[in-house]
């Protein structure tokens, strides 16, 4: 994760995690006759969740002590600290109950205490999705759509089966889903496709049902809308200046009317280019005669993406979307574009970091004890602060999912936490997925590399704090660069209660300089959908 994290509540970049980089602060002791410690003790016994981040035990201790040891070895992602004693981590796999022997020691002797630990099983489903719902842009009557996938995988420890795919509701005629889905071993994943071909002209939703020998079914929702006008921009956001091409097709219809940006008689099928000159949200609408009907698109023009302030040798970008408090974002999906290698810095520390992320705001339920942090899916350029297994520096892109909080010290929240990391090529679509399971108010967050099939998770409770800002940011520590625009596109944003104040709309956009397409609500307001966001550093 990266080595900070920004609250836009406040418009601060947090940073100073990473100690190789930027240096930690200590003193040392004089242990000459100082006497041994002594009276070590942890609350004990303990359990850890297989896939749960494990809070920091911390020990208590009476006297100095200079290096902490455990034997035997702790169970596989649970380590020890062996400055402060603590241990922490995500296991990996299940335990039972066990004794380890943790050691303090000085140079006047030593004190041990044994620690019963055992790791259970993930509780609940053994499945995680990389999407929760799918939405299809406006498409022709009686046309297919373009494929969208969601990935189904296996988060428990034993092979999953699958006994069923099916799609239901009143338009499941509508949608079409393939799949090789059928016997996932532990850790696996599998794509299921989906396409949309509307019969009428309209919005319309259905539901993915995936049956499993799995606690719990999960349902990915489906939305379109069938359309006898198509239109649509490629692309459908640009810097302003730049040029999109409007494309449109009305095949029922004698003759179309323009409004909205542009004006005038329309063929009934075109394409022309345009060319916005300042930022902001373009309408063009079309009205055809015939049995051709209305149609419209919006083009986005973009700004420079905000700026927020940052420590010294770092600077970061980002975007920032909120809902107020009493409701809050459960959910958030997007899809990553992995941009080309970035030139290699030259400096020490250097590093670049690409990120959604949720954060609470001051005002939000349950701030404390746990204070501001933010849940980061990060895709890192150079090292960071992720406890977690790294590629040599400026080798490859790497992700994990990771929360970051350099705010609170509240046990077990206060620092850099992280899942297993995978390594991603330029170019790969990464669909990432956070969800709270409110029942246990576990955040799961799910990475898969569309390409490859490869898939991480990262799991921990955040005690029903409320998450009210979803961000977008960029971060680059001391050289590092990037030349290229991040895109992250097919955006929901999923709220706790339907979202009655109209914070899904344009007033988003222009608070952020129009760096995302306009917000739509869908689902009866209970989700934000944004087509695509654009994050730019300036050169």
């Known amino acids: 994760m990266p080595r900070g994290i920004r609250s836009a509540a406040r418009s601060v970049l947090l940073m100073g995690l990473a100690c190789a980089a930027v240096g930690c602060g200590g003193g040392s002791n004089s242990i000459g006759s100082e006497p041994a410690p002594s009276n070590l003790s942890y609350i004990s016994p303990v359990t850890a969740t297989v896939g ?11 006297g100095s002590v200079s290096a902490y040891s455990v034997t035997p070895a702790l169970p596989p992602g649970l380590s020890l600290d062996m400055t402060t004693g603590a241990v922490s981590g995500t296991p990996t796999v299940t335990a039972v109950q066990a004794p380890y022997v943790v050691t303090a020691s000085n140079g006047s002797g030593s004190t041990s205490f044994t620690l019963m630990l055992a790791v259970n099983s993930a509780t609940g489903s053994a499945i995680a999705l990389s999407a929760s719902s799918l939405t299809f842009a406006n498409q022709l009557v009686s046309t297919t759509s373009a494929v969208q996938s969601v990935a189904l995988i296996n988060i428990g420890e034993t092979p999953l089966s699958v006994t ?8 499941a005629s509508a949608f079409t889903e393939t799949s090789a889905c059928a016997n996932l071993p532990a850790s696996g994943t599998c794509a299921i496709n989906v396409t949309f071909s509307p019969a009428a002209v309209g919005a319309v939703s ?29 692309p459908v956001i640009v810097s302003a200046g730049q040029s999109s091409t409007l494309t449109w097709s009305a095949p029922n219809a004698t003759s179309c009317t323009a409004s909205g940006a542009w004006s005038g008689t329309q063929a009934t099928n075109g394409s022309t280019v345009v060319t916005p000159a300042s930022t902001g949200y373009y309408t063009y609408g079309l009205s055809c005669a015939g049995s051709g009907g209305i149609g419209s698109a919006v083009l986005t023009a973009y700004g420079t993406t905000p700026s927020v302030m940052e420590p010294p040798n770092e600077v970061g970008y980002q975007a920032a979307f909120y809902v107020a408090p009493p409701n809050q974002i459960v959910g958030l999906q997007t899809s990553l574009t992995v941009p080309p290698l970035p030139p290699v810095p030259v400096q020490s520390g250097a590093a670049l970091f690409l990120w959604p992320g949720l954060g609470p705001g001051t005002n939000s339920a349950n701030f404390n ?18 406890p977690v297994g790294q590629p040599t520096a400026f080798s490859s892109w790497w992700i994990s999912g990771q ?24 170019g790969d679509l990464l669909l990432i997925n956070m969800t709270l399971d409110s029942k246990t108010s576990i955040w799961l967050q799910t990475v898969t590399d569309s390409n490859t099939n490869q898939s991480v998770t990262f799991s921990i409770n955040m005690q029903s704090q409320g998450q009210n800002w979803a961000y977008f940011a960029m971060e ?15 955006t929901t944003i999923t709220f706790q209660a339907p979202d009655t104040q109209n914070w899904c709309s344009n007033s988003q956009g222009a608070t952020n300089a129009y760096i995302f397409t306009p917000p739509t609500p869908q689902n009866s307001g209970t989700q934000c959908f944004i087509s695509s966001l654009v994050l730019t550093k300036p050169q």
Request: charged content about 5%; proline content about 10%; aromatic content about 12%.
């Open 52 to 62: 749960v981040a494990f809070p920091p035990l911390s020990p208590t201790v009476t």
């Open 164 to 171: 069923s795919i099916t799609i239901t509701g009143s338009a």
């Open 206 to 234: 259905a539901a993915l049902n995936i049956a499993t020998n799995a606690a719990g079914n999960p349902v990915v929702e489906l939305f379109g809308t069938g359309v006898l006008v198509a239109m649509s921009f490629n």
């Open 369 to 386: 004890p746990i204070n501001d942090g933010v849940l980061q899916p990060v895709l890192s350029w150079g090292p960071s602060c992720a």
């Open 403 to 426: 929360y970051v909080n350099t705010f609170g010290s509240d046990p077990g929240y206060s620092g850099c936490y992280s899942g297993n990391s995978i390594l991603i090529n330029p």
């Open 476 to 490: 680059f520590w001391f050289d590092a660069t990037i030349h290229t625009p991040v895109t992250f596109s097919d």
